[in-house]
């Protein structure tokens, strides 16, 4: 297969199927099957794409033909078709759970396949303006899954969210004008190029629009606001696919935005983001302890964890942003276990659930400790004695922190007597459960067979720091 | 609504949709595209729903359609992107290429970038028009489950003009 059929296929064939079955009942079992089939061939083409990056090369194709600057750049490098291929397998496992759980609204088979075809394709653009449109092709879709099973407390949230989201992609949309008025080109490695010569002054008002924005999707701290009301009602399922990828919108923005198109700004910013994310660890940690729901201090933990993503992109160079690769995909993976099992009731739940509460921690067999060393390693190459000492203390901090609320969960939701003829006595189909114990095995296979993940972090940051220049 | 807005409503109707194709067909050289057309077509059509309520509105032609037409107008606007790569050729790539025989219908270029317009004009003006039917029926229901004494209860304006 070509590289452009590959870059094609990802974001083509679940975008048509999609539209396909927006026009058939999603509550038939075939039809969730069928979306399940058509998002696992896109997985498969993900992944066969990272294979292909990973061993030759950025592969790009334009639309039409086009010379690059006149047609739309589609454009996969590893840190694009790393997320993409997260992302696409978060999502597949969320849908493959709710069917087999029951799929309780026409159009959900439908709309997850618009949130997968729309997140591919921001990952695997090189156009701005295309990052942005299929940036709201993806999040209109997450709005409307919010609300899915259309209790009070859901519309409620997916109203919020969408309001709080809407008023990030102005930001974003203004930004990327701003950015297209001082370059006169909307094409990314262009983009790149052009900005060295451009006023700084305008340069750093653009940077930090971006960086709002961006915060904005992710929920750092203090732009959370709104996330913990979004994720608490969502349905897991829908928590999983919100957290464990869509969140990675934020992620991969912050690495493509900062390390790679504006990345003198991102090092004139680094005390800025380092703090923020500083913040963002201590504040989300210290709410999840506080918290007693399950789903309500995955909600804060959320808020914590991206700090180490910021706290890693801060600290920059090929250490950090492969760190913040690296915890970006270990917590996505974390996140769609943990909102996963916390829906479920039944034998061997609990043990997946701790799993994922152990790689949350990074306590060692599971995938989490490689994300912590990770972001350990950037911390000590950190500028000089003081910071790096601070950095690791701060971590160390973190993590003890994410001990005692992962722990509490366990106590709260396992441990503890329920009470009797609660929602909890049903048992779960047993198919549900299989797939959040393969999920947790994949995460303890990740964690005993890390090389893949390095791999990938050490090459996506390398390509960054080459078409980025600073480092 | 009175008599002269439902007058100039009804007269209004053919020539949007006719002003729309055109827009449709005259792109390419000149400006217009699917978009334009789509959003000129669904003017027209809001417009009668504002001028004759409801339920008249549902009997035009094309409005029974509409919430399938924009799945269709997408549809056809991804073929248009895909059937080049299972080709073997860059996404989007036209036919006929770049100085091929081309077909001319009248004025109108017969050539693929035509039909990804129609498609955009079928998503552009099937979500318009079916967000405002869906939109009218929720008024309608909620009227209808009100009951007959809803001005007791402060109904606005607008639902009663909709009844009468």
């Given amino acids: 297969m070509t590289g452009s059929t590959l870059l094609v296929l990802p974001v083509g064939l679940p975008w048509a199927l999609a539209v396909a079955l927006a026009l058939l009942n999603g509550r038939r079992p075939w039809v969730g099957w069928l979306a399940v089939a058509g998002l696992g061939a896109s997985l498969v083409s993900v992944v066969m794409l990272t294979f292909r990056v990973l061993r030759e090369g950025p592969v790009e194709t334009v639309t039409g033909g086009w010379p690059a600057g006149v047609g739309i750049v589609l454009r996969a490098d590893v840190l694009g078709a790393t997320f993409a291929a997260v992302s696409v397998g978060v999502i597949l496992v969320s849908l493959v759970y709710e069917v087999f759980v029951g799929v309780r609204s026409r159009t959900f088979p439908a709309l997850v396949l618009f949130l997968a075809a729309g997140l591919s394709g921001l990952f695997l653009t090189g156009d701005v303006f295309n990052f942005y449109v299929f940036f709201e092709v993806s999040m209109t879709a997450a709005y409307i899954l919010t609300g899915y099973r259309e209790q009070d407390y859901q519309v409620r949230g997916a109203f919020i969210f969408a309001v709080v989201n809407l008023l990030g992609s102005v930001i974003f949309l203004i930004a990327i004008a701003a950015l297209y008025h001082v370059t006169g080109t909307l094409e990314m490695a262009t983009v790149a190029e052009r900005v060295r010569e451009v006023n700084p002054n305008s340069l750093i008002t653009i940077a930090t629009a971006i960086f709002v924005a961006f915060s904005l999707k992710l929920g750092l701290f203090p732009f959370h606001f709104w996330l913990p009301v979004v994720y608490v009602g969502s349905h897991a399922p829908v928590a999983a696919i919100l957290s464990g990828a869509l969140a990675n919108i934020g992620n991969y923005g912050l690495l493509r935005f900062g390390g790679d198109i504006l990345s003198e700004e991102l090092a004139l910013g680094a005390t800025a983001v380092l703090v923020l994310g500083s913040a963002s660890i201590i504040y989300g940690a210290l709410q999840a302890i506080s918290r007693r729901e399950p789903s309500e201090v995955l909600a804060y933990s959320t808020i914590g964890q991206v700090g180490y993503v910021l706290v890693a992109l801060g ?145 996506a940051a390398t390509n960054l720091i080459e078409s980025g220049g600073s480092p | 609504m009175g008599v002269m807005p439902r007058t100039v409503a009804k007269l209004l109707f053919l020539p949007t949709l006719v002003a729309a194709v055109a827009i449709l067909v005259k792109g390419y050289a000149q400006t217009g595209d699917g978009f334009s057309a789509g959003v000129v077509a669904s003017l027209g059509m809001v417009l009668q729903y504002l001028a004759f309520g409801r339920r008249e509105a549902e009997k035009l032609p094309l409005v029974g359609f509409a919430g399938r037409g924009a799945f269709v107008g997408l549809l056809i606007g991804l073929l248009v992107a895909a059937v080049p790569v299972a080709l073997g050729d860059p996404v989007f790539n036209h036919y006929p290429g770049p100085g091929a025989h081309v077909v001319y219908l009248g004025t109108l270029e017969l050539i693929t970038p035509v039909l990804f317009d129609v498609g955009v004009f079928l998503l552009v003006f099937g979500f318009a028009v079916g967000s405002v039917r869906a939109i009218a029926n929720t008024i309608t229901r909620e009227e209808e489950y009100r009951g007959p004494d809803a001005d007791d209860l402060g109904v606005e304006d607008l639902a009663k003009g909709e009844r009468r």
């Fill in chain 1, 315 to 459: 600290i920059g160079g090929t250490v950090g942003f492969s760190a913040a690769l690296i915890y970006a995909v270990v917590n996505s993976l974390n996140k769609a276990l943990l909102f996963l099992v916390a829906g479920l009731r039944g034998p061997f739940v609990a043990a997946a659930f701790a799993v994922g509460a152990f790689s949350l921690m990074g306590v060692p067999p599971a995938v989490g400790f490689i994300g912590k060393i990770a972001v350990f390693k950037a911390g000590l190459a950190a500028g000089g004695v003081i910071q790096a000492t601070l950095l690791v203390a701060l971590i160390f901090l973190g993590s003890a922190l994410s001990f005692v609320y992962a722990l509490q969960i366990y106590q709260r939701a396992f441990l503890a007597k329920e009470p009797q003829g609660g929602l909890w006595d049903k048992t779960s189909p047993w198919t549900a459960r299989a797939l959040v114990v393969a999920l947790a095995a994949l995460v303890l296979a990740m964690g005993l067979w890390p090389e893949p993940l390095l791999v990938l972090g050490e090459e």
